[in-house]
């Protein structure tokens, strides 16, 4: 028999029968294609939160005041000391700051200073806290207590002897204004 083409079979792979060509587009090929839009709008969504809660917390702190000066003092020496400083305190939002300078203190071998607030005639004193040698020292204040009440800044040094009470050792004193 020869070599005869059967109806519908015009030498192409066509088997449908059908003259119409398309193009099939896989669901695949159109997810990958919507996936990086998506990742923008997610990075671009977690930039705008980040954003925004960056600029919540400079409009919320912005509405807090500056430090503002309720007293300052020079600290003089007391006795046979050389050496002298300042002390200042602030209203730092609700707490009062104790701010005491005295830039020449040299280290103490058996010991520590102590900055104590005191009546004006020291009958009774407050420890406060420790002053490191070269360093400036940032105290708050306990709540309640009052500069008219306890306008004296004393600078002392302390034992490491088990005594809670001052020394009577003090480096520098000043009278804070009331």
Known sequence: ????????????SNTSGSNTSGSVTSLDDARRRRRPALG??????????????????VVVNSGET???????????????????????????GEDA???????????VDDGYYEVWMATSDAATMV?????NPGRDGEFVLPAGMSVADFPLVDVSVEHFDGDAGHSAESVVRGLLPA
């Open 127 to 131: 420890a406060i806290g420790t002053l």
């Open 1 to 12: 028999m020869g070599d005869r083409e059967q109806p519908g079979d015009s030498g192409s």
């Open 40 to 57: 923008w709008l997610a990075a671009a969504a977690v930039v705008g939160l980040v954003a925004g809660s960056v600029l919540t917390g």
């Open 66 to 92: 500056s430090p503002s000066v309720i007293a300052s003092a020079s600290l003089e020496p007391v006795d046979a000391s050389a050496y002298q400083g300042s002390a200042t305190i602030e209203q730092v």
């Open 97 to 107: 700051v104790l701010r005491v300078s005295v830039p020449e203190l040299p280290a």
